[in-house]
């Protein structure tokens, strides 16, 4: 019991360490906080499991095509939404950032 509890504090307190790395990578290279980087991180989670469950895919595939679609809609967002808009003040880029955040995870709830 007690291994179990600190096996998953290892997991979680890592998933964190994960998550505060790249919006400190994404915030020296872009210069702005990028709010929509969780919502991209749970979009990677939600393709897993449901390629995991729904597809019946192998485990690790699932997990190789979550980071493909991730990385592609990573890039996509990059090229399409910020990009466009990197001539424009920084205010609104943590504008448009949030709100890119809120339609994922608006979308997420009609999956």
């Known amino acids: 019991m007690a291994t179990m509890i600190i096996i998953n504090g290892l997991v979680l307190s890592l998933t964190y360490f994960l998550v505060a790395s790249g919006l400190t990578i994404v915030f020296s290279i872009m210069g702005i906080i990028n709010f929509a980087h969780g919502s991209v991180i ?41 990009n466009y808009f990197k001539n424009i003040a920084k205010i609104y880029w943590i504008k448009y950032s949030f709100n890119i955040m809120k339609t994922i995870i608006t979308l997420s709830y009609d999956i």
Request: charged content about 0%; glycine content about 8%; proline content about 0%.
């Open 42 to 82: 749970m979009l990677g989670g939600m393709v897993a499991y449901y390629s995991f469950t729904f597809l019946g895919l192998n485990f690790y595939l699932s997990l190789i095509l979550a980071m493909a679609v991730t990385a592609a809609f990573s890039l996509l967002l990059n090229k399409l939404v910020f």
